[in-house]
């Protein structure tokens, strides 16, 4: 059995570091993917920490880990491109004339996802489509409702239940009219069939597919019956990423990299309840951050399976110092499961507002999300991964002025690591015992896992105390994705 899912941890995560010229546009190479969530920091200015993400598109700009802002547009990225990013205008934060910048890149469902739909047909003041992530018939989505496509994207819609007997189910340019055949295969019984050919004999096959590959720039596009009126909608071909996903009790736009582990999810929330949240993932989320983005004004609520007995009732916030909290409005005081998670009627999810969550799932010598305690001196606590970390954001839950996000990776800095940046502060990027800044928070990233060095006040301190961490990274593997012992 292999060790690890994971090829090569670049192709999904990667921290790359460049010099910025102070022009614009500005195209950044080397990630090793076409990533889906890019988090910058200038290194050596006090500027915010800026993540964009594909989901949101180009468009929205950015938001700071360290703010309770939402979308920024002043500061927005040209494109997502095959191996890395461009940068667009007033980018000057990551790309300033000779400052020392670091991206951390993650890859969702990337440039050319797949997903599959299954399709039924109800009684909704008329007979109505609806849609369903898998072959799970337990819960289908609302009638009829506007479906979220991404370009480059391939979709299966599987249209075999019974229900649709008598329904062909198509795709066109216009509502109830008007076949779109680009990228467009129909199946009946696993043959391949024309337009003519699928809608004829469609009921009566046993299996029933309706396949679409979508088109860079395609047009306004409609589902509907190629027999009856009025029992379908609109579909929007994204050129941001993600694809309709209904697997809550909301209908999300979601990017998943199942593989890593790792999803992008957009909602719109509507009134004051709670609510389940389809992620995408095919397994249970570690660890989710969420963010309201159509205003300002709200924390960034970050939820983690180590937090204590019963996790998904406390919660830690990103901007702040602040340690663990308990509240019931965030998480529903309910785990996710590997379809969805719960959200409360706190304000990041209620009132119609936008908000986004970022999801990881634990994978074995890739990804790991956990507790340490310290042990209250140099010699300080290790903490085993199964890998060689790669990236280590690291957070006290004590409740003191020093519960900053710590966060080192091994491209900035080699043994002894002791120049965090701090997703939670502008600071520039800091070191022991010398300039730009004296600090006290000190790591080794070992071939197994991590070890603190230097104790003092940066994470409470004293023996006993608990911090939260993340970590990517990947030990080096054999073509079998097993550890190497030597190389």
Same mark, same amino acid.
């Given at each position: ?59 929205? $700009? ?25 940068? $667009? ?9 000779? /400052? ?15 997903? %599959? ?35 480059? $994207? ?58 679409? %590959? ?21 579909? +929007?071909? +994204? ?5 309709? +996903? ?19 999810? /957009? ?105 340490? %305690? ?10 085993? %991964? ?30 002894? *690591? ?5 997703? *939670?502060?502008?600071? /520039?990027?800091?070191?022991? $015992? ?54």
């Amino acid at each position: 059995m292999a060790y690890t899912t994971i090829d090569k941890h670049k192709s999904h995560f990667n921290t790359i570091l460049y010099d910025g010229t102070g022009s614009l546009p500005r195209a950044i190479t080397g990630v090793g993917h076409s990533p889906d969530l890019v988090w910058a920091k200038d290194r050596d200015t006090a500027y915010n920490p800026q993540w964009h993400d594909s989901v949101r598109g180009i468009d929205e $700009g950015a938001i700071y880990s360290n703010a309770t802002g939402g979308n920024d547009t002043t500061y927005h990225m040209d494109s997502f491109d095959t191996d890395g990013f461009t940068m $667009g205008s007033d980018l000057d934060a990551i790309n300033g004339s000779g /400052k020392k910048i670091v991206s951390w890149n993650w890859l969702a469902g990337g440039k050319a996802p797949t997903q %599959t739909y299954k399709v039924v047909v109800v009684s909704d003041s008329g007979n109505k489509y609806r849609f369903r992530n898998s072959t799970d018939t337990a819960t289908f989505g609302a009638s009829a409702v506007t479906l979220d496509l991404q370009e480059g $994207g391939t979709y299966t819609f599987d249209v075999s239940d019974s229900t649709l007997n008598s329904h062909p189910f198509v795709i066109g340019t216009a509502a109830n009219s008007s076949e779109y055949s680009t990228g467009v295969t129909y199946k009946l019984d696993g043959v391949t069939k024309t337009y003519s050919q699928y809608t004829s004999g469609f009921s009566a096959a046993t299996s029933r597919q309706l396949i679409i %590959t979508v088109a860079a720039s395609a047009p306004a596009l409609y589902y509907w019956c190629s027999a009856h009126s009025g029992m379908g909608g609109a579909i +929007n071909t +994204n050129a941001s990423h993600g694809s309709s +996903n209904f697997d809550g009790s909301i209908q999300t736009l979601v990017s998943a990299n199942t593989t890593s582990g790792f999803s992008i999810v /957009k909602w719109s929330n509507s009134g004051s309840s709670a609510a389940t949240i389809g992620h995408g993932l095919g397994a249970v989320p570690a660890t989710i951050f969420t963010k309201k983005v159509s205003a300002s004004g709200d924390n960034w609520h970050v939820g983690h399976h180590k937090l204590d007995s019963s996790p998904w009732g406390d919660y830690v916030i990103l901007n702040n110092t602040s340690g663990k909290s308990t509240a019931t409005n965030i998480w529903n005081d309910t785990a996710p499961t590997s379809t969805v998670f719960s959200t409360g009627n706190h304000g990041t999810f209620t009132g119609g507002s936008v908000t986004m969550a970022y999801c990881f799932a634990e994978k074995q010598g890739y990804s790991r999300f956990g507790k340490i %305690t310290t042990l209250g001196n140099n010699n300080n606590a290790f903490e085993f %991964t199964g890998f060689a970390p790669q990236f280590v954001m690291l957070k006290p839950i004590v409740n003191d002025s020093w519960s900053n996000f710590y966060i080192w990776d091994n491209i900035r800095d080699s043994n002894l *690591n002791d120049k965090p940046l701090y997703a *939670n502060l502008s600071t /520039k990027e800091a070191y022991y $015992g010398g300039s730009p800044a004296s600090n006290y928070a000190q790591i080794d990233m070992l071939s197994n896992g991590f070890k603190i060095r230097r104790d003092g006040n940066w994470g409470g301190g004293g023996d006993g105390q608990e911090s939260l961490y993340w970590a990517w990274g990947q030990s080096i593997v054999g073509s079998n994705n097993v550890p190497a012992t030597a190389r």
